[in-house]
């Protein structure tokens, strides 16, 4: 049996089409493995979705993110911490300079974060109407880069 370092290898020799939709639909859209530093701890929950196509990094930028994040990971600015996909969930590590993308100093606008109940515990300011669509948001507080629950 073939072992892989990172789930980008598992999926490299699909098809482009499947491997595309796997790291779009899979790895941006994921959980994190628990416990996660403070300066990252709104990003506990059910649901993570990353929100890259929110940052409006253009096709290429975009892609290269993905393909990072599912590698050997995405450095997080400011931080000694690197985001990486390590099916079925992702995980936040010590940089260790393998990171081939950083994140724009933006990027926690971008992020949609539920709970067990699909009730949004992150709101990024930069997450689209359509993604909080069904949601009342109105109690929430401005946590900065996003918004909170009271």
């Known amino acids: 049996m073939e072992r892989f370092k990172t789930w980008l290898d598992s999926v490299e020799k699909l098809e482009a089409g499947v491997r595309e939709s796997l790291l779009c ?8 493995q628990v416990p996660l530093p403070p300066e990252l701890s709104f990003l506990a929950g059910r649901f993570v979705d990353l929100g890259f196509e929110n940052l409006g990094l253009g096709a290429q930028k975009f892609n290269d993110f993905l393909r990072a994040f599912s590698g050997t990971g995405i450095a997080v600015p400011h931080t000694t911490w ?11 590590e010590l940089a260790d300079g393998s990171e081939k993308e950083t994140l724009p100093d933006c990027w926690k606008e971008a992020v949609l974060v539920t709970d067990d109940h699909f009730i949004p515990t992150w709101v990024g300011k930069r997450v689209r109407p359509d993604q909080t669509s069904g949601f009342n948001l109105q109690t929430y507080r401005d946590a900065g880069e996003g918004l909170v629950p009271p």
Do not use: C, I, Q
């Not at 639909?25 to 994190?32: D, I, K, N, Y």
């Not at 690197?82 to 936040?92: D, E, G, I, N, T």
């Open 82 to 92: 690197r985001l990486r996909f390590a099916y079925p969930y992702a995980v936040v």
């Open 25 to 32: 639909e899979v790895a941006a859209h994921t959980s994190f």
